[in-house]
């Protein structure tokens, strides 16, 4: 089973910028896709990005243009590059790996706080 850590939140000011970062204990370049989530208090949790193979990513609308979502195989890394930082980005983000398909299960990260200082 792989496990996968998130690492890289804390509190940061309005407008900051932060990195978080998703290390995979084992490979999984045979998956179908990643994805970054975060939920915030109260909040249900929703899927900020996510990445196929083939590289293409989506991102949800309020990160469009500030966030950047990218994966090193080789070294079975993700990295969510967060710029512009508002209030509502403050959540436990989450990275996962779509990996039913081919390992017979998704894999999730036990999630990395940022908060936002206004």
């Known amino acids: 089973q792989v496990q996968l850590v998130e690492s890289g939140g804390g509190l940061v000011q309005a407008g900051a910028s932060l990195t978080l970062s998703c290390a995979a204990s084992?490979?999984?370049?045979?998956?179908?896709?990643w994805s970054w989530y975060r939920q915030a208090q109260g909040a249900e949790r929703e899927r900020v990005a996510v990445?196929?193979?083939?590289?293409?990513?989506v991102y949800t609308e309020s990160v469009k243009g500030r966030f950047t979502f990218s994966r090193d195989e080789k070294k079975n890394t993700l990295t969510l590059q967060m710029k512009d930082l508002k209030p509502e980005d403050a959540a436990v983000y989450y990275c996962?790996?779509?990996?039913?398909?081919?390992?017979?299960?998704?894999?999730w990260g036990k999630g990395t706080r940022v908060a936002i200082s206004s």
């Open positions: 996962n790996g779509g990996c039913r398909r081919t390992h017979g299960m998704d894999y």
């Open positions: 084992a490979d999984t370049s045979d998956c179908s896709g």
């Open positions: 990445t196929i193979p083939d590289g293409y990513t």
